[in-house]
């Protein structure tokens, strides 16, 4: 699956020119970072993924196979 989503995110920068689609952004994540002062120290909790749609197809693409293989 991370091998696919790598290379779907390299195909979809390869492809934009052609393809703008694949070249939109998805972001998921928590923005702004959720911070906890308890006074003695300060943690500050943040995610942030940005993908691609090339990177999406292609972790799909991905998971079909390793089932198609496996199965």
Same mark, same amino acid.
Do not use: K, R, W
């Given at each position: 699956? *991370?091998?696919?989503?790598? %290379? @779907? &995110?390299? %195909? %979809?920068?390869?492809?934009?020119?052609?393809l703008?689609? *694949? !070249?939109? *952004?998805?972001t998921?994540? #928590?923005?702004?970072?959720?911070?906890?002062? #308890? @006074?003695?120290?300060q943690?500050? &909790?943040? &995610?942030?993924?940005? *993908?691609? &749609?090339?990177a999406?197809?292609?972790?799909?693409? !991905?998971?079909?196979?390793?089932y198609?293989?496996? %199965?």
């Open positions: 699956m *991370l091998l696919g989503a790598l %290379g @779907g &995110f390299v %195909g %979809g920068q390869a492809l934009v020119s052609t703008p689609f *694949l !070249g939109q *952004l998805v998921l994540g #928590v923005s702004p970072p959720f911070q906890l002062d #308890v @006074g003695v120290a943690l500050t &909790f943040g &995610f942030t993924l940005e *993908l691609n &749609f090339g999406i197809l292609g972790a799909l693409l !991905g998971v079909i196979l390793y198609f293989l496996e %199965g």
